[in-house]
């Protein structure tokens, strides 16, 4: 295989949106990636007719025009609204916390007023307190009894660990409403590709050589001396041997099955909060796109289990755990990494933090826009 100017490490998002670009003007990109199949964790594979979110569920969402314009080229969006529905010991519940959510846990609860003098009442044991951990938080934002049935368990299964050892600042992530509203999503744009989301990848792709089923480390010093510039999406430590140690990843399992029924729970997904069982959620992937006749009318449907796990080397990894430990683990090999006059470390894996689908897109054109043009480029999307 000839030099190339860019070699990508891995075929997710990221490293689609820079190979876009690469591709548009005229340079030569070959794309690595160690699975069987391009798009990383949003790839999708149809069954039976239904589009099969893989590696669990992936809404698109953002407050952006110029990101939901830009994605809104590779393929039509429906209008899909995340509403989860949380199961706490088989009672179900409105996701996010909103009225609808209040109503069922009090019954007394009528109007927003009563909402907030409850969880006024009940956050009164952290007034003048400073949350120390995730349970401190989430008991000062709603209160004891919405914290015991819709956070802790969800939470202390998804990463392992009890919510008095985990940071305050996972909780912020979810929003607390006084309307009659079960839209998870602030944001003003929202849907799931028509189709699945591997198209969208395919697209971005396209020109660009690819080799599937190949792990960059196996030949490492090969693929390192085949570019000018190589755009690395994979785990930061393992790239420098581990040197300082390894950085921690929450992983997950998925156990997908096809079930004869067309109808299997109603909704796209529903969380499990209670700490029994053993999975966080259960996706019915057929829900994502009502607008698909062939899914919706399909006698059978297809669902995933989601069971986090601890990760452990060979294992995918799915989610830093930005803890004070691992951050300063990180800013060690951070430091390695700025020093690389060839390779460019992005993504969820090469920056080790959360990204939803449109801040990756942005962190690939903030890497992008330098990198592959050279000047001040500004993106017309």
């Avoid at 929003?175 to 969208?200: E, H, K, L």
């Avoid at 792990?215 to 755009?231: N, V």
């Avoid at 796109?289 to 297809?302: D, H, I, L, R, T």
């Amino acid at each position: 295989m000839k030099h190339c100017d860019y070699l990508f490490v891995g075929a997710g998002l990221f490293s689609a949106t820079i190979a876009h670009t690469a591709l548009w003007m005229g340079k030569k990109c070959i794309v690595l990636e160690k699975r069987s199949h391009i798009g990383g964790n949003i790839y999708t594979e149809n069954i039976d007719g239904i589009n099969v979110h893989k590696y669990g569920a992936h809404i698109f969402h953002t407050d952006s025009r110029k990101v939901w314009e830009f994605v809104n080229q590779f393929a039509e969006f429906n209008r899909y609204t995340n509403c989860p529905v949380a199961n706490y010991n088989g009672t179900l519940y409105n996701l996010p916390f909103n009225m609808n959510t209040f109503t069922k846990i009090w019954d007394d609860v009528i109007t927003p007023k009563d909402a907030k003098n409850r969880i006024a009442e009940q956050t009164a044991e952290m007034a003048g307190k400073t949350p120390q951990n995730l349970e401190e938080a989430a008991i000062s934002l709603v209160g004891r009894d919405i914290y015991e049935r819709l956070i802790k368990g969800y939470t202390e299964k998804q990463w392992g660990r009890p919510c008095t050892e985990l940071p305050a600042s996972i909780i912020r992530r979810l929003p607390v409403r006084f309307i009659f509203d079960n839209n998870y999503f602030n944001d003003r744009y929202q849907g799931i590709p028509m189709g699945g989301y591997t198209q969208i990848i395919e697209k971005m792709l396209d020109g660009a050589d690819i080799l599937l089923n190949t792990d960059f480390f196996d030949e490492k010093g090969k693929w390192l001396g085949m570019a000018d510039k190589i755009i690395y999406t994979g785990t930061i430590d393992r790239f420098f041997d581990y040197r300082f140690g390894e950085l921690e990843y929450r992983s997950l399992r998925f156990e997908t099955e096809t079930l004869p029924v067309a109808n299997y729970q109603g909704n796209a997904v529903i969380n499990y909060t209670d700490s029994k069982t053993p999975y966080t959620r259960i996706i019915e992937h057929k829900h994502f796109e009502s607008e698909n006749k062939v899914a919706m009318e399909s006698p059978v449907s297809v669902i995933t289990r989601e069971y986090p796990a601890t990760w452990k080397r060979g294992d995918e990894p799915y989610y830093a755990i930005n803890d004070e430990k691992n951050s300063t683990l990180y800013a060690k090999y951070k430091a390695l990494a700025d020093k690389q006059d060839k390779v460019i470390f992005g993504g969820r894996l090469g920056m080790y933090k959360y990204f939803d689908m449109d801040d990756t897109i942005f962190a690939a054109w903030e890497l992008g826009k330098n990198l592959i043009i050279g000047t001040k480029y500004d993106y017309k999307y």
